[in-house]
């Protein structure tokens, strides 16, 4: 079982920048990759970025150049440094946690943090 807790949104102008973060705990030694999903009005959930354990990321082309994702092993904690925002990129940000166990893969995911990009 592993516990994720988001924080860092919030209310951002265009152009402007936040940084979330997400902490793990519980079974944190068994993750394999973490990233950020977000979920917008009536949209469905997509990938923002993922880290993986060997620090490979992945970015949605929506979002390259703009956002870095990283992880602090040390404090079991990702991530999300999101500059120049746009009013599209408004969403409840969720993190998630996965691992592979076998040939099952189980997802863990966070209450999600609201990020809203007004003017």
């Known amino acids: 079982q592993v516990m994720l807790v988001e924080s860092g949104g919030g209310l951002v102008q265009p152009g402007g920048s936040l940084r979330l973060s997400c902490t793990a705990s519980?079974?944190?030694?068994?993750?394999?990759?973490m990233g950020w999903y977000r979920q917008a009005p009536g949209k469905q959930r997509e990938l923002v970025a993922t880290i993986t354990r060997g620090a490979n990321t992945n970015y949605a082309d929506s979002v390259k150049g703009r956002f870095t994702i990283s992880k602090d092993n040390a404090k079991n904690t990702v991530y999300l440094q999101m500059n120049s925002l746009k009013p599209e990129d408004t969403a409840v940000y969720y993190c998630?946690?996965?691992?592979?166990?076998?040939?099952?893969?189980?997802?863990?995911w966070g209450q999600g943090t609201q990020v809203t990009v007004s003017s």
């Open positions: 519980g079974s944190i030694l068994s993750i394999d990759a």
């Open positions: 998630n946690a996965g691992m592979i166990i076998g040939t099952h893969v189980y997802n863990y």
